[in-house]
């Protein structure tokens, strides 16, 4: 509900389709189409969290691997390689 959240007006350029179709989900849903956007914007703020996540397990485990250390560089030399 609403009621309780603070939220901003925002206005956006939808394409004939776009619009189309968030009004299809909106009616299946059964929700208003701002509620709708809502729900895949909060979706896809998550999903970038989840890449966040994906990077900071790659740098825990970079360089794990035993016996590597002579040909594979350290994060710090990889990171300054590429720049």
């Not at 925002?10 to 009004?23: C, K």
């Not at 929700?31 to 914007?41: C, E, F, G, P, Q």
């Amino acid at each position: 509900m609403m009621c309780c959240m603070s939220v901003t007006r925002t206005q956006v350029y939808l394409t004939a389709e776009q619009r189309a179709g968030l009004d299809e989900r909106a009616r299946v849903e059964r929700k208003t189409m701002a509620h709708v956007i809502r729900d895949a914007v909060d979706t896809y703020l998550a999903a970038d969290v989840d890449g966040a996540e994906r990077e900071r397990l790659l740098a825990d485990t970079f360089g794990s691997c035993p016996g590597l250390g002579e040909r594979v560089p350290s994060r710090d030399e990889w990171d300054r390689e590429i720049g």
